[in-house]
């Protein structure tokens, strides 16, 4: 302990940093020096207040950066020859004494709130810099989502163009073939069925006009009737009128293509009556 000035090391005491000889040495004085007391009761309420800033623990280096702190701060010590009494209006010794004994506290409790506010300062940057990842990282899977489903509507497009490409192409083949033949029959709701067909292609197209349009739930199926017995051929469009239907299946032993009113999806035989058939001359 500083001989010189016995308050001195109060702020090292309250932060545990004396020597054993030496915070006993200060324990002595400081039981009854009354502006020791004063002042370790100070510094004591101003770390707890600066503690209860964060739960979070402080850094291993923040101890000796404050001793650090302390050594290099510039210390005034009381002078050993007595000095002339204050002039009128001047403090006294004892004040001027208590004031540069206060000088390292205040120091103490300076370093230790700039120790606070950059590990405070530290753990915002930390916190907006991890809710800047987290949205960085959900914006890309919103990103990446949209990117898988244009990517699936792309192939799904390239695949009704695929389609529609072949089934463009073999309906010319049936409509240019050499053997095409073309019939024609009203149906019992007066519209008109068109069935354009080719033995050696073993393919047919129908084309419809007239049909009215269908309650949600129903569509139109054709069939090929091969001795009788109704064999699917495939489903018309959502507007038939606007487009030939390349019928499925081959033409085997089929006679006729009738028509007939079923179930979203169609069915395996026709379950109401068809609406008419189009015969099927060689």
Same mark, same amino acid.
């Not at 016995?6 to 932060?15: I, R």
């Not at 707890?48 to 001793?67: H, I, K, M």
């Given at each position: 302990m500083n001989a010189d000035d016995?308050?001195?090391?109060?702020?090292?005491?309250?932060?545990h940093a004396l020597p054993e000889e030496e915070r006993r040495a200060f324990e002595e004085h400081l039981a009854g020096c009354r502006q020791c007391q004063e002042e370790v009761a100070e510094l004591r309420a101003?770390?707890?207040?600066?503690? #209860?800033?964060?739960?979070?623990?402080?850094? %291993?280096?923040?101890?000796?950066?404050?001793?650090? #702190?302390?050594?290099?701060?510039p210390q005034e010590t009381r002078p050993r020859a007595e000095a002339p %009494?204050?002039?009128? %209006?001047?403090?006294?010794?004892?004040?001027r004494a208590r004031v540069r004994r206060r000088g390292p506290a205040r120091a103490l409790r300076m370093a230790l709130a700039a120790s606070v506010a950059v590990a405070l300062v530290c753990l915002g940057l930390a916190g907006w810099q991890w809710q800047e990842a987290s949205d960085a990282k959900d914006h890309a899977s919103q990103v990446e989502a949209r990117a898988d489903r244009a990517e699936e509507h792309v192939r799904q497009v390239e695949a009704d163009a695929s389609r529609a490409e072949s089934q463009q192409e073999n309906v010319t083949k049936v409509l240019t073939a050499p053997d095409v033949r073309l019939q024609t029959q009203t149906l019992s709701d007066g519209a008109t069925a068109s069935v354009t067909f080719s033995r050696s292609e073993d393919s047919a197209t129908l084309a419809v006009s007239g049909l009215p349009e269908l309650p949600e739930g129903r569509t139109?199926?054709?069939?090929?009737?091969?001795?009788g017995t109704p064999v699917p051929a495939g489903l018309l469009t959502n507007n038939p009128e606007r487009r030939v239907t390349l019928l499925k299946g081959t033409l085997d032993n089929a006679s006729a293509v009738a028509l007939s009113v079923e179930p979203a999806g169609g069915s395996p035989q026709p379950t109401t009556t068809p609406l008419g058939a189009v015969p099927l001359y060689a």
């Open positions: 016995p308050h001195e090391p109060s702020g090292a005491y309250v932060l101003t770390t707890a207040l600066l503690g #209860q800033t964060t739960s979070e623990s402080p850094p %291993g280096a923040l101890r000796d950066r404050v001793l650090s #702190q302390l050594a290099t701060t %009494g204050p002039r009128a %209006g001047e403090p006294g010794p004892d004040t139109y199926a054709a069939w090929f009737m091969e001795d």
